[in-house]
């Protein structure tokens, strides 16, 4: 009897012992790499479930055998992506961590629409036309600027997590949503949204130097003033860009174009953002230098720095400083 009791519990432990080691010994995941999708207000069971259909564990019961050792643990939804080898207790604790597949989104300041559309085809996170058609329809921000064409200048720079699931209009509302978090923080309710985001659509194409963003709004504001042309490259860039003839320069043919959105042919400011400016940007549209300058032009140095000028006489010897500079440079081999 004594030896059938021992019998027992030497079994007993040995079948403990192989649990206990099971759910640290690694499982390799066929074909590379697997992704399961935990659906909110699942339990262990459904989950362990989950796992071992989809190859992860391989059996639910390693799963709950981490469950009773880990009882407070709190499991959470989510899509993940497995594709190394790993032992259940691995798995429990990335779910744990709530540690989900995302991609990572980054829209650096003055990058347009179709820049936007470009990234994310690129790195095959959505479809470029699909993001398009979204951001081309202005609803989302229409109650802020009624007279939007697009939502272009309101899918605020910023990094955004998507995961497989987000569609480019939960996408374009991320976007739009943190674009107004950052105007609230402006604080400026008064402002004419829709010229202060175009204005600062322009200011983020000029500017290379931040401190010189209030002296390039003031530029551009002081020229609205009296009724001179923006006559703002980036304007001509765009217009080329819409009507998908840009050719990675400007050429005469560009400042030539009829296109509404170019400054050199039409008065005022554009129809509507040229990009998608950042806070700074923003802020210096709203709070300009005071000066009097109506020209600038970039200065050879690499700095990437302006030369201002008040008098058309000073701003031409300024081009012609900035011409020569570029002349006198060795050629690139």
Request: proline share 7%; glycine share 6%; net charge positive.
């Amino acid at each position: 009897m004594i030896r059938r009791v021992l019998a027992l519990i030497l079994g007993a432990g040995i079948l403990a012992a192989l649990a206990l080691a099971s759910i640290f010994a690694p499982h390799a995941i066929s074909g590379g790499e697997v992704f399961v999708d935990l659906p909110k207000g699942a339990g262990t069971r459904q989950i362990a479930a989950l796992l071992a259909e989809n190859g992860v564990i391989r059996n639910p019961f390693e799963l709950l055998l981490v469950r009773a050792l880990r009882p407070k643990a709190r499991l959470q939804a989510g899509e993940y992506l497995f594709k190394q080898a790993a032992n259940p207790w691995k798995v429990f604790d990335r779910i744990s961590r709530g540690d989900i597949f995302y991609y990572l989104l980054v829209v650096p300041e003055g990058q347009n629409l179709y820049d936007i559309a470009a990234s994310l085809e690129r790195q095959g996170i959505l479809p470029g036309a699909a993001f398009l058609q979204a951001a081309y329809d202005p609803a989302l921000i229409r109650d802020l600027d009624p007279k939007a064409p697009t939502l272009e200048g309101y899918l605020f720079p910023d990094t955004y997590r998507l995961t497989r699931h987000t569609t480019p209009a939960q996408l374009c509302r991320q976007m739009t949503g943190r674009f107004r978090k950052a105007w609230r923080r402006l604080g400026s309710p008064q402002a004419n949204v829709h010229d202060s985001v175009t204005l600062a659509s322009l200011i983020e194409k000029e500017a290379k130097i931040p401190s010189e963003r209030p002296v390039i709004a003031s530029v551009f504001l002081n020229r609205l003033r009296i009724g001179m042309p923006l006559q703002c490259d980036p304007t001509a860039v765009y217009a080329a860009i819409l009507q998908q003839r840009y050719r990675g320069a400007i050429y005469r043919s560009d400042l030539e174009n009829k296109q509404v959105y170019n400054t050199y042919q039409h008065a005022g400011l554009p129809p509507g953002p040229i990009a998608n400016p950042g806070l700074a940007s923003l802020r210096a549209a709203l709070e300009p230098a005071a000066t009097d300058y109506l020209y600038f032009v970039a200065r050879a140095d690499g700095s990437g720095s302006h030369q201002f000028s008040q008098k058309l006489e000073q701003h031409a010897r300024a081009v012609q400083r900035y011409r020569r500079s570029l002349r006198s440079e060795p050629p690139t081999i």
